[in-house]
């Protein structure tokens, strides 16, 4: 089982709540929104979600449909290598200038470092070519954003001011 906070597989242990296991107190005190979110209606969600996915686009104001989106990027310098995967809340056409800005930079400053930016770089590159031919939420509000729907209304409850 993995711990919804910090995602680190749990062996042995924990806190435990409800069907949710913890790999500690830490965790289980950071995941306050999440336990909140988790006791949210779907009803609720689902409407806050559509009502996301059919706004304007946060980034450039320009119509949606708007939902979340990855890029990937990576960068090396000789011995360190550095990779990560950024979700976005945007439209599709947002979405591909940051799809195509991380590709690119990932080309240019991925392969130089020993020996996993030799190993990663075709990956990120590949995932965001991938990234690129897809269009979550084409439909309606994918699951990644009721997910991120979820947690935004919770966040509000629990930090009004936030």
């Known amino acids: 089982m993995l711990c919804p906070t910090c995602g680190n597989q749990i062996i042995f242990g924990g806190i435990k709540d409800g069907e949710i296991r913890y790999c500690g107190k830490k965790c289980y005190e950071a995941d306050e929104i999440g336990r909140y979110a988790r006791e949210l209606p779907s009803r609720a ?5 559509r009502e996301i996915h059919s706004g304007p686009c ?5 119509n949606g449909p708007v939902d979340i989106h990855n890029s990937y990027s990576v960068y090396s310098i000789i011995l360190y290598t550095s990779w990560k995967t950024d979700e976005h809340l945007i439209c599709k056409k947002c979405a591909l200038k940051q799809q195509a ?6 080309f240019l400053l991925g392969w130089w470092g020993f020996p996993f930016g030799l190993i990663v770089t075709p990956i990120q590159i590949l995932m965001n070519v991938a990234a690129m031919f897809q269009t ?3 439909d309606g509000p994918s699951q990644n954003l009721l997910e991120k729907s979820r947690r935004i209304i919770a966040a509000r409850q629990i930090e009004p001011d936030a």
């Open 45 to 49: 969600v689902e409407m806050f979600a």
């Open 58 to 62: 946060p980034k450039c104001d320009g």
């Open 101 to 106: 800005t991380d590709l690119v930079g990932s």
């Open 136 to 138: 979550p939420g084409s």
